[in-house]
Nanobody, 117 residues
Framework: QVQLVESGGGLVQAGGSLRLSCEASGRTVSTYYLGWFRQNPGKEREFVATSTSSNTYHASSMKGRFTISRDNAKNTIYLQMNGLKPEDTAVYYC????????????WGQGTQVTVSS
């Protein structure tokens, strides 16, 4: 089992920056796929970015503004968000899956990001 705990959300003005963190426990996740997703009430969960052991991928709409990174020594992933827009307001979730799984299996509780105009 993997437990994920996000932190770093909050209220920021448009154009500002936030850095989200997600610490994993229960298992070393250095070989896991680790991702960030976001969701607003009544809307589908949206992919933000993912990090494998060797590559990173970002949603095209956020590429250049958001950057995913990981620190395997700390069992932690990060999401650096710059140039935030009001439409980035959402609950942000981190997720993990092993290389053998097709879907993200482990999810954090989410952290709220609110961008004011």
């Amino acid at each position: 089992q993997v437990q994920l705990v996000e932190s770093g959300g909050g209220l920021v003005q448009a154009g500002g920056s936030l850095r989200l963190s997600c610490e994993a426990s229960g298992r070393t996740v250095s070989t896991y796929y680790l991702g960030w997703f976001r969701q607003n009430p009544g809307k589908e969960r949206e992919f933000v970015a993912t990090s494998t052991s060797s590559n990173t991928y970002h949603a095209s709409s956020m590429k250049g503004r958001f950057t995913i990174s990981r620190d395997n020594a700390k069992n932690t992933i990060y999401l650096q968000m710059n140039g935030l827009k009001p439409e980035d307001t959402a609950v942000y979730y981190c997720a993990a899956r092993s290389r053998l799984q097709n879907n993200y299996t482990y999810w954090g509780q989410g952290t709220q990001v609110t961008v004011s105009s």
